[in-house]
C-alpha cells in the first residue's frame, strides 16, 4: 500500500500527459473542406447514434446497420466512403468501420481490450490508446490485421513499483437466470476466508464498467477491501433486450 499511495502524485501526472494526449490524438486532422459540415454533424451526435449521419449520406436508417451496441467518436475514413468508431461491447472497446450508407459493421481490432481515443494519419494509419486491467493507456499503432502494436511506455517505471490486485470477470445471475457481467478483485493482501467487500454501481444507467484500467478499485484492494464492480441491466455493452 505505502508503495501504491507514494505513486499517485506521479500517476495524476501522467494522468494529465494522458489526457493532453487524447485530446491530441482525438483533435480532427486537416478535413476536407467539402466534408466540412459532415464531420461536425458526427461530433455532435448523441453517443449511439449513427442515424441521422446516415441519412444525410444517402444511406439507410442506421450506417451501423442492426449492431445493438453504443458507437462513439465517428471519424471518417480519407475517401469519405467509410466511417469509423468505438464500439462499447460487454466490457470491451473495439474499433469498428461501417460505410456511410449503412451495412455491416467490420471490426478492425482484435482480443478484449478497451480502445479509449484513435486517430487516422493523413497516409491511412491508425494509432490509438488502449488499456487494460493492468495497464493505464498507452498509445499503439493498429495494422490492417487487427494487431496493436505499443508505441508509448509512459506507465512503465510506475508499474514496477506497485503490487496490482488481478481483476477478474465475473458472471452472476439475475432472479430470471440473465447472466449480470462485471469485475472482481480481491484485497491485494488476501488471506483465506471472507474479506470487507465494497459493492461499485454505475450511473447512467446507459454506461458500462470496462476492462480499462481502474485507479479507484486497485486503492481500494490495496487497502483491504475486495471490490465487486457489476454492469446491471440497463448498462451498456450487452444490447437493449
Known amino acids: 500500500m505505502p508503495q501504491l499511495v507514494a505513486g499517485i502524485e506521479d500517476e495524476v501526472d501522467r494522468a494529465r500527459l494522458a489526457g493532453d494526449l487524447r485530446r491530441r490524438l482525438e483533435g ?15 461530433d455532435a451526435l448523441p453517443r449511439g447514434d449513427l442515424g441521422d449521419l446516415g441519412d444525410l449520406v444517402g444511406g439507410g436508417d442506421e450506417v451501423t446497420g442492426d449492431l445493438d451496441r453504443n458507437v462513439s467518436d465517428p471519424s471518417w475514413s480519407r475517401d469519405g466512403k467509410s466511417l469509423r468508431f468505438l ?31 484513435m486517430d487516422v494519419s493523413p497516409n491511412g494509419r491508425i494509432a490509438v ?11 499503439h499503432a493498429l ?14 517505471a510506475w508499474l514496477k513499483d506497485i503490487t496490482l490486485a488481478p481483476v477478474e470477470d465475473t458472471r452472476l445471475k439475475s432472479k430470471d437466470g440473465t447472466a449480470i457481467s462485471g469485475f ?6 488476501a ?10 454501481i454505475h450511473g ?10 481502474n485507479l479507484d478499485w486497485q486503492l481500494l484492494a490495496a487497502q483491504g477491501y475486495a471490490v465487486v464492480a457489476a454492469n446491471p441491466r440497463g448498462s451498456t455493452g450487452r444490447g437493449q433486450d
Open 28 to 42: 480532427r486532422a486537416q478535413r476536407d473542406p467539402e466534408r466540412a459540415q459532415l464531420d461536425d454533424l458526427a
Open 204 to 213: 447512467g444507467p446507459q454506461s458500462q464498467y470496462d476492462r480499462s484500467f
Open 191 to 200: 488471506s483465506a476466508g471472507p474479506a470487507p467487500t465494497i459493492l461499485r
Open 184 to 189: 472482481l478483485l480481491r484485497p491485494v493482501t
Open 129 to 139: 490508446l488502449a488499456s487494460d486491467p493492468s495497464h493505464p493507456a498507452e498509445v
Open 87 to 117: 464500439v462499447e461491447d460487454d466490457g470491451a472497446r473495439w474499433v469498428g468501420e461501417a460505410a456511410a450508407t449503412g451495412g455491416r459493421v467490420r471490426r478492425l481490432t482484435n482480443g478484449g481490450q478497451v480502445i479509449q481515443g
Open 143 to 156: 495494422s490492417a490485421s487487427g494487431t496493436l502494436t505499443r508505441l508509448s511506455r509512459q506507465n512503465d
